[in-house]
Structure formats: C-alpha cells, structure tokens
C-alpha cells in the first residue's frame, strides 16, 4: 500500500507541476487569447478530477503508514471541491463581465491554492524520502 501511495502523490504533484507550469503557460504562448482562454476553460474541470481522484486515493493508501501525509493529501482534495465548484466559476463569470481586477484577484487565489496544494503534495513525498532513509 505505501508504493501504491508514493506513486499516487508522485502522480498527483508531477501532474500538478506541469498543468501549472507547463501546459496553462504553453497554452497561453502558443494560441491567440480568444482560443487559449477557451481551451483552458475546458481543461480546468479535467484538472480538478485528477487532483481530487490522486489525492484522495493517496490519502486512503497512506493512511494505514501515515497519518499526517493522509489528513495532507485529504486537505488537498477537501480543498479541490470549492475551488472547482465556487472559484472557478466565479473567475469565469469574471471574464466573462470584463471585471478585470475582480478577475486578477480570484485568479491569484486561484494560483496560491495550487500552489499549496504543490506544496501539501511535496511535502507528503518528502515525508516518504524520510521514512525511506530512516
């Protein structure tokens, strides 16, 4: 159960990384706004079931080992079901009325949710590294 839940968290943060620094910047540099804003629109959803799935199979495959990198990784899915479900619709209503500082500001909140959940995810495959070296 505890490689079934490295690999999981292994998953779960190297998707993240490159959602976030890979294919969401490549979209933006690669394609006109008007067809790169609609295709990250559509990708998001995908995104958040990745993250709610990994995260939260990895925190019942740890649980059993660890306790702490369980109630992490739940935290990371607790925290995905909002961030989908009230955020992300709220940043695109805001795109959509044209309320540019209101966008900026969920989008921000948007960014240092992920990037906490990076963080929770990195963490958890450090406690791991720990456990492996100890």
Do not use: E, Q
């Amino acid at each position: 159960m505890t490689t079934l839940a490295l690999l999981a968290t292994a998953i779960l943060f190297g998707g993240m990384v490159l959602y976030s620094f890979g294919f969401a910047a490549f979209l933006f540099t690669a394609l006109p706004a008007n067809i790169a804003g609609p295709t990250i629109r559509r990708a998001f959803p995908l995104f958040y079931i990745f993250v709610l799935s990994c995260s939260a199979a990895a925190a019942f495959l740890v649980l059993p080992s660890d306790r702490v990198a369980a109630a992490l990784l739940a935290l990371i899915a607790v925290t995905t079901i909002p961030t989908s479900k009230l955020l992300m619709p709220a940043i695109n209503r805001a795109t959509d009325t044209k309320a540019t500082s209101r966008f900026k500001w969920l989008h921000g909140l948007s960014v240092a949710i992920t990037l906490a959940h990076i963080g929770l995810a990195g963490l958890v495959l450090t406690r791991f590294l720990d456990g492996a070296l100890a």
